[in-house]
Protein backbone atom coordinates (compact mmCIF):
# COMPACT_ATOMS: atom_id res chain seq x y z
CA UNK A 1 0.00 0.00 0.00
CA UNK A 2 2.98 2.71 1.19
CA UNK A 3 5.43 0.94 -1.10
CA UNK A 4 7.09 4.12 -2.17
CA UNK A 5 8.14 4.44 1.32
CA UNK A 6 11.09 2.97 1.57
CA UNK A 7 10.46 1.34 -1.95
CA UNK A 8 13.97 0.70 -2.58
CA UNK A 9 14.63 -1.54 0.95
CA UNK A 10 11.16 -3.42 0.22
CA UNK A 11 12.25 -4.21 -3.68
CA UNK A 12 15.34 -5.25 -2.15
CA UNK A 13 14.04 -7.52 0.65
CA UNK A 14 10.98 -9.04 -1.92
CA UNK A 15 13.64 -10.07 -4.34
CA UNK A 16 16.21 -11.68 -1.57
CA UNK A 17 13.22 -13.51 -0.73
CA UNK A 18 12.27 -14.76 -4.04
CA UNK A 19 8.70 -13.81 -3.52
CA UNK A 20 6.44 -15.29 -6.12
CA UNK A 21 3.47 -13.18 -6.08
CA UNK A 22 3.16 -9.28 -5.32
CA UNK A 23 -0.06 -7.20 -5.16
CA UNK A 24 0.22 -3.84 -5.38
CA UNK A 25 -1.32 -0.05 -6.06
CA UNK A 26 0.03 2.44 -8.58
CA UNK A 27 0.50 -0.01 -11.89
CA UNK A 28 2.10 3.08 -13.68
CA UNK A 29 4.73 3.41 -11.10
CA UNK A 30 5.67 -0.87 -10.59
CA UNK A 31 8.85 -0.33 -12.89
CA UNK A 32 9.69 3.03 -10.54
CA UNK A 33 9.19 0.90 -7.06
CA UNK A 34 10.12 -2.11 -8.00
CA UNK A 35 13.48 -2.45 -10.73
CA UNK A 36 14.58 -5.71 -9.56
CA UNK A 37 11.38 -7.48 -8.69
CA UNK A 38 9.14 -6.43 -11.66
CA UNK A 39 12.12 -8.70 -13.98
CA UNK A 40 11.88 -11.29 -11.82
CA UNK A 41 8.88 -11.83 -9.61
CA UNK A 42 5.11 -11.50 -10.55
CA UNK A 43 3.10 -8.49 -10.05
CA UNK A 44 -0.48 -7.82 -9.77
CA UNK A 45 -2.82 -4.69 -9.31
CA UNK A 46 -4.25 -4.56 -5.77
CA UNK A 47 -5.93 -2.22 -4.05
CA UNK A 48 -5.43 -0.18 -0.26
CA UNK A 49 -9.15 -1.45 1.23
CA UNK A 50 -11.00 -4.44 0.06
CA UNK A 51 -15.62 -5.25 0.17
CA UNK A 52 -15.82 -7.86 2.97
CA UNK A 53 -19.19 -9.80 3.01
CA UNK A 54 -19.74 -8.33 6.79
CA UNK A 55 -19.67 -4.72 4.86
CA UNK A 56 -22.09 -5.13 2.21
CA UNK A 57 -24.25 -6.33 5.07
CA UNK A 58 -23.97 -3.68 7.13
CA UNK A 59 -24.33 -0.99 4.69
CA UNK A 60 -27.49 -2.75 2.59
CA UNK A 61 -29.12 -0.56 3.76
CA UNK A 62 -27.24 2.93 5.29
CA UNK A 63 -28.69 5.47 7.29
CA UNK A 64 -31.02 8.11 5.46
CA UNK A 65 -29.32 11.11 4.62
CA UNK A 66 -32.57 13.10 6.33
CA UNK A 67 -31.54 11.35 9.84
CA UNK A 68 -28.11 11.95 9.21
CA UNK A 69 -26.77 14.34 12.18
CA UNK A 70 -23.33 15.43 10.44
CA UNK A 71 -23.65 17.45 7.59
CA UNK A 72 -19.56 16.85 7.09
CA UNK A 73 -17.18 14.71 8.83
CA UNK A 74 -12.95 14.20 8.51
CA UNK A 75 -10.64 12.59 10.09
CA UNK A 76 -7.33 12.66 9.38
CA UNK A 77 -3.02 12.75 10.91
CA UNK A 78 -0.20 14.25 10.28
CA UNK A 79 1.81 12.68 7.80
CA UNK A 80 5.58 12.91 7.77
CA UNK A 81 7.63 15.51 5.22
CA UNK A 82 8.39 11.99 3.02
CA UNK A 83 4.87 11.92 1.99
CA UNK A 84 5.57 14.99 -0.13
CA UNK A 85 2.84 17.36 -0.94
CA UNK A 86 0.08 15.00 -1.71
CA UNK A 87 0.45 13.70 2.14
CA UNK A 88 0.45 17.53 3.34
CA UNK A 89 -2.57 18.00 1.39
CA UNK A 90 -4.14 15.04 3.42
CA UNK A 91 -4.64 17.04 6.77
CA UNK A 92 -4.18 20.61 5.24
CA UNK A 93 -7.77 20.42 3.84
CA UNK A 94 -8.87 20.40 7.13
CA UNK A 95 -8.36 23.59 7.63
CA UNK A 96 -8.65 25.26 4.44
CA UNK A 97 -12.24 23.90 4.32
CA UNK A 98 -13.02 24.72 7.87
CA UNK A 99 -11.74 28.41 6.91
CA UNK A 100 -13.34 28.84 3.55
CA UNK A 101 -16.90 27.35 5.33
CA UNK A 102 -16.88 29.78 8.12
CA UNK A 103 -17.17 32.48 5.70
CA UNK A 104 -19.98 31.44 3.57
CA UNK A 105 -21.74 28.57 5.82
CA UNK A 106 -22.51 27.31 9.12
CA UNK A 107 -23.08 23.44 8.23
CA UNK A 108 -22.74 20.84 11.45
CA UNK A 109 -19.16 19.54 11.01
CA UNK A 110 -17.21 17.09 12.80
CA UNK A 111 -13.60 17.45 11.53
CA UNK A 112 -10.24 16.81 12.93
CA UNK A 113 -6.63 16.03 12.32
CA UNK A 114 -5.97 15.93 16.30
CA UNK A 115 -4.63 11.94 17.17
CA UNK A 116 -6.68 11.80 20.14
CA UNK A 117 -9.90 12.93 18.73
CA UNK A 118 -8.94 9.22 16.07
CA UNK A 119 -12.59 6.69 15.72
CA UNK A 120 -11.36 3.01 16.00
CA UNK A 121 -13.35 0.01 14.47
CA UNK A 122 -16.85 -0.55 14.06
CA UNK A 123 -17.54 3.43 15.67
CA UNK A 124 -15.60 4.77 12.61
CA UNK A 125 -18.49 3.00 10.10
CA UNK A 126 -21.25 4.25 12.70
CA UNK A 127 -18.96 7.41 12.18
CA UNK A 128 -19.54 7.27 8.14
CA UNK A 129 -23.01 6.50 8.35
CA UNK A 130 -23.82 9.61 10.27
CA UNK A 131 -22.40 11.83 7.72
CA UNK A 132 -24.07 13.34 4.82
CA UNK A 133 -20.86 14.03 2.99
CA UNK A 134 -17.17 13.69 4.55
CA UNK A 135 -13.97 15.47 3.23
CA UNK A 136 -11.52 13.07 1.41
CA UNK A 137 -8.36 13.50 -1.18
CA UNK A 138 -5.94 11.57 -3.07
CA UNK A 139 -4.53 8.81 -0.57
CA UNK A 140 -1.00 8.37 -1.63
CA UNK A 141 2.48 10.31 -1.92
CA UNK A 142 3.80 12.74 -4.39
CA UNK A 143 7.43 12.10 -3.61
CA UNK A 144 9.77 8.79 -3.46
CA UNK A 145 11.65 7.75 -0.07
CA UNK A 146 13.66 5.06 -1.76
CA UNK A 147 16.12 4.50 1.77
CA UNK A 148 13.79 6.53 4.34
CA UNK A 149 16.28 9.58 4.09
CA UNK A 150 13.04 11.95 4.20
CA UNK A 151 11.23 11.53 7.05
CA UNK A 152 10.61 14.04 10.13
CA UNK A 153 9.97 18.41 9.85
CA UNK A 154 7.68 20.44 7.79
CA UNK A 155 7.45 19.17 3.87
CA UNK A 156 7.95 23.05 2.29
CA UNK A 157 11.18 23.48 4.60
CA UNK A 158 12.68 20.12 4.17
CA UNK A 159 12.18 20.42 0.01
CA UNK A 160 13.67 23.58 -0.23
CA UNK A 161 16.77 22.14 1.86
CA UNK A 162 17.19 18.46 0.79
CA UNK A 163 14.66 17.92 -2.38
CA UNK A 164 14.36 21.35 -4.30
CA UNK A 165 12.40 19.77 -7.35
CA UNK A 166 11.52 16.36 -6.40
CA UNK A 167 7.95 16.98 -5.61
CA UNK A 168 4.96 15.45 -8.04
CA UNK A 169 7.78 14.05 -10.31
CA UNK A 170 6.03 10.65 -9.21
CA UNK A 171 2.57 10.86 -8.16
CA UNK A 172 2.11 7.55 -5.87
CA UNK A 173 -1.93 7.49 -5.68
CA UNK A 174 -4.77 5.36 -5.24
CA UNK A 175 -8.49 4.73 -4.41
CA UNK A 176 -8.12 4.80 -0.56
CA UNK A 177 -10.22 2.55 2.11
CA UNK A 178 -11.82 6.03 2.76
CA UNK A 179 -13.27 6.24 -0.47
CA UNK A 180 -14.41 2.72 -0.31
CA UNK A 181 -16.65 3.22 3.25
CA UNK A 182 -18.09 6.42 2.33
CA UNK A 183 -19.20 4.89 -1.10
CA UNK A 184 -20.54 1.59 1.11
CA UNK A 185 -22.11 3.98 3.20
CA UNK A 186 -24.05 6.32 0.37
CA UNK A 187 -21.70 9.06 2.26
CA UNK A 188 -21.28 11.90 -0.69
CA UNK A 189 -17.59 12.58 -0.80
CA UNK A 190 -16.15 16.27 -1.53
CA UNK A 191 -12.95 15.25 -2.60
CA UNK A 192 -9.83 17.40 -3.97
CA UNK A 193 -8.78 16.11 -7.67
CA UNK A 194 -6.92 12.70 -8.23
CA UNK A 195 -7.46 9.69 -10.21
CA UNK A 196 -8.29 7.38 -7.33
CA UNK A 197 -7.29 4.42 -9.56
CA UNK A 198 -9.99 5.22 -12.29
CA UNK A 199 -12.59 4.63 -10.44
CA UNK A 200 -14.79 7.78 -9.55
CA UNK A 201 -15.10 10.71 -11.28
CA UNK A 202 -15.70 14.30 -10.18
CA UNK A 203 -19.29 15.68 -10.65
CA UNK A 204 -20.20 11.63 -11.40
CA UNK A 205 -19.52 9.68 -8.14
CA UNK A 206 -17.97 13.10 -6.04
CA UNK A 207 -18.10 16.72 -5.72
CA UNK A 208 -15.03 18.39 -6.97
CA UNK A 209 -13.49 20.21 -3.89
CA UNK A 210 -10.47 22.74 -5.38
CA UNK A 211 -7.47 22.22 -2.96
CA UNK A 212 -7.50 25.42 -1.95
CA UNK A 213 -11.30 25.00 -0.87
CA UNK A 214 -11.54 28.20 -3.96
CA UNK A 215 -14.53 26.49 -5.25
CA UNK A 216 -16.61 26.36 -1.73
CA UNK A 217 -19.85 28.23 -2.97
CA UNK A 218 -20.24 25.66 -5.93
CA UNK A 219 -19.68 22.82 -3.40
CA UNK A 220 -22.20 23.76 -0.77
CA UNK A 221 -24.97 24.71 -4.02
CA UNK A 222 -24.51 20.99 -4.96
CA UNK A 223 -24.39 19.59 -1.32
CA UNK A 224 -27.41 21.59 -0.86
CA UNK A 225 -29.38 19.36 -3.30
CA UNK A 226 -30.26 16.02 -1.89
CA UNK A 227 -31.58 14.53 -5.42
CA UNK A 228 -28.43 15.52 -6.65
CA UNK A 229 -26.17 14.44 -3.45
CA UNK A 230 -28.32 11.18 -4.20
CA UNK A 231 -27.26 10.83 -7.54
CA UNK A 232 -24.13 11.03 -6.60
CA UNK A 233 -24.23 8.70 -3.97
CA UNK A 234 -25.47 5.96 -5.56
CA UNK A 235 -23.47 5.89 -9.05
CA UNK A 236 -20.33 6.11 -6.74
CA UNK A 237 -21.51 2.42 -4.51
CA UNK A 238 -22.78 1.10 -8.07
CA UNK A 239 -19.19 1.84 -9.46
CA UNK A 240 -17.57 0.17 -6.21
CA UNK A 241 -19.73 -3.19 -6.35
CA UNK A 242 -19.34 -3.48 -9.59
CA UNK A 243 -15.53 -3.84 -9.11
CA UNK A 244 -14.84 -7.45 -8.50
CA UNK A 245 -11.25 -7.52 -7.48
CA UNK A 246 -12.56 -5.12 -4.73
CA UNK A 247 -14.24 -7.79 -3.00
CA UNK A 248 -12.35 -9.48 -0.32
CA UNK A 249 -13.62 -12.80 -0.91
CA UNK A 250 -12.31 -12.48 -4.64
CA UNK A 251 -8.70 -11.84 -4.10
CA UNK A 252 -8.90 -14.26 -0.79
CA UNK A 253 -9.75 -17.07 -3.29
CA UNK A 254 -7.03 -15.65 -5.69
CA UNK A 255 -3.93 -15.78 -3.32
CA UNK A 256 -5.45 -19.40 -1.89
CA UNK A 257 -5.51 -20.47 -5.39
CA UNK A 258 -2.13 -19.76 -6.32
CA UNK A 259 -0.73 -20.75 -2.95
CA UNK A 260 -2.20 -23.81 -4.03
CA UNK A 261 -0.95 -24.11 -7.18
CA UNK A 262 2.88 -23.22 -5.88
CA UNK A 263 2.35 -25.90 -3.40
CA UNK A 264 1.69 -28.69 -5.89
CA UNK A 265 4.29 -27.82 -8.41
CA UNK A 266 7.28 -27.50 -5.51
CA UNK A 267 5.59 -30.73 -3.78
CA UNK A 268 4.83 -28.74 -0.43
CA UNK A 269 2.78 -31.01 1.23
CA UNK A 270 -0.53 -29.92 2.75
CA UNK A 271 -0.57 -28.34 6.24
CA UNK A 272 -2.08 -29.81 9.17
CA UNK A 273 -5.66 -28.15 9.53
CA UNK A 274 -5.71 -28.97 13.11
CA UNK A 275 -2.38 -27.14 13.54
CA UNK A 276 -3.65 -24.18 11.02
CA UNK A 277 -6.63 -23.66 13.37
CA UNK A 278 -4.91 -24.13 16.19
CA UNK A 279 -2.07 -21.14 15.02
CA UNK A 280 -5.53 -19.14 13.76
CA UNK A 281 -7.41 -19.25 17.40
CA UNK A 282 -4.25 -18.03 19.34
CA UNK A 283 -3.44 -15.52 17.17
CA UNK A 284 -7.19 -14.21 17.35
CA UNK A 285 -6.57 -14.55 22.10
CA UNK A 286 -3.47 -13.12 21.45
CA UNK A 287 -4.36 -9.62 19.12
CA UNK A 288 -8.11 -9.53 21.67
CA UNK A 289 -5.43 -9.64 24.54
CA UNK A 290 -3.26 -6.96 23.34
CA UNK A 291 -6.10 -4.59 22.34
CA UNK A 292 -7.42 -4.79 25.60
CA UNK A 293 -4.08 -4.33 27.33
CA UNK A 294 -3.49 -1.36 25.07
CA UNK A 295 -6.59 0.51 25.01
CA UNK A 296 -6.49 1.51 28.53
CA UNK A 297 -3.09 3.02 28.32
CA UNK A 298 -4.05 4.98 25.08
CA UNK A 299 -6.63 6.48 27.48
CA UNK A 300 -4.55 7.15 30.01
CA UNK A 301 -2.09 9.09 27.66
CA UNK A 302 -4.94 11.04 26.12
CA UNK A 303 -6.23 12.17 29.61
CA UNK A 304 -2.52 13.24 30.30
CA UNK A 305 -2.24 15.20 26.99
CA UNK A 306 -5.54 16.85 27.52
CA UNK A 307 -4.29 18.27 30.74
CA UNK A 308 -1.48 19.25 29.73
CA UNK A 309 -2.73 21.18 26.64
CA UNK A 310 -4.87 22.66 29.03
CA UNK A 311 -2.15 24.06 31.41
CA UNK A 312 -0.15 25.59 28.36
CA UNK A 313 -3.37 27.13 27.07
Known amino acids: QDDYDCSAILDDWLNDWAVDRIYTVCPDKWHILYPKCIGNREILLGYTGYVSEEWLESWKKPKLRNARTLDVSYRTSKLPAN ?85 KQHVFSAISPRN ?99 ALKKYQQDKNSNFQRISPVKKIRYFFRKILKRKKS
Open 83 to 167: FGSLGALKYRIAGRFLKALGKVSRLKTDISIRFEDMIPGKQWHDFMNDSKCCLTTPSGSSLLDPHNNIRKGEFEEIEAHCFPGLD
Open 180 to 278: IEAALAETVQLATPGNYSDLMEPDTDYVRLEEDCSNIKDVLKTIGDSKKCEAIADCCKEKILAQPRLRRANIVGEIVEFGAKIASERGIPEPDQRKVDK
